[in-house]
């Protein structure tokens, strides 16, 4: 059972920006996608970006694209995302997720394995 834990989250007024970590414990898989959900208050939880730990290939959400950047330091098993120019609707629990199994068919029907707590970002306009 691998277990996510992420942090970073907090609060923030709209134009700056957050990063997020997201530490996966230990496990043998190589070859995985994992990424970042998010879910505000009313609303589906959303995937907003994902990367392939094999390749560092990245998947954005048109909402994020070009303000968030995902990363991954695979020797830490750690993820990241760098979030800038953060408007208020980014507000919201973030969730960090892994698939470690299966087709990865993009971020609009994904269904990752394991989730972490998440961690809410508040953003004040």
């Known amino acids: 059972q691998v277990q996510l834990a992420e942090s970073g989250g907090g609060s923030v007024q709209a134009g700056g920006s957050l990063r997020l970590s997201c530490t996966a414990s230990e496990h043998t898989y190589r070859y995985y996608y994992w990424g970042w959900f998010r879910q505000a208050p009313g609303k589906e939880r959303e995937g907003i970006a994902a990367?392939?730990?094999?390749?560092?290939?990245?998947y954005y959400a048109d909402s994020v694209k070009g303000r968030f950047t995902i990363s991954q330091d695979s020797a830490k098993k750690a993820l990241y995302l760098q979030m800038n120019n953060l408007e208020f609707d980014d507000t919201a629990m973030y969730y960090c997720?892994?698939?470690?199994?299966?087709?990865?068919?993009?971020?609009?029907?994904?269904?990752?394995?394991?989730w972490g707590q998440g961690t809410q970002v508040t953003v004040s306009s």
């Open positions: 997720a892994a698939q470690f199994s299966g087709f990865f068919s993009g971020l609009g029907n994904w269904l990752p394995n394991y």
């Open positions: 990367i392939y730990s094999r390749d560092g290939r990245t």
